[in-house]
């Protein structure tokens, strides 16, 4: 919810899996959240916007969050398959 100067005003927003799009709600205990740092050449942090993944406990319990991460991974450019 917004108030009228548009600022959040919300105490929780709730979060979504980035590989299934599905609510990650608060008790769920086994999700996790990676953020990915822009760096520059010489490998420090630019400041530059992150990328965040976000995965649910349901993926993580299937044994599938690696597959998952490899496959968002290579969407935004950030893996390569090839040798």
């Known amino acids: 919810m917004q108030n009228d100067q548009q600022q959040i005003v919300d105490l929780y927003i709730p979060r979504k899996c980035s590989a299934t799009n599905r609510l990650i709600t608060a008790k769920d205990h086994s999700s996790v959240q990676i953020e990915i740092a822009t760096v520059d050449e010489n490998g420090k942090i630019t400041g530059e916007k992150n990328t965040i993944f ?3 406990g349901f ?5 599938e969050a ?5 496959r968002l991974f290579a969407e935004k450019d950030l893996l390569s398959f090839s040798i």
């Open 54 to 56: 976000a995965l649910a």
């Open 59 to 63: 993926m993580r319990q299937r044994g």
């Open 66 to 70: 690696d597959a998952c991460l490899n």
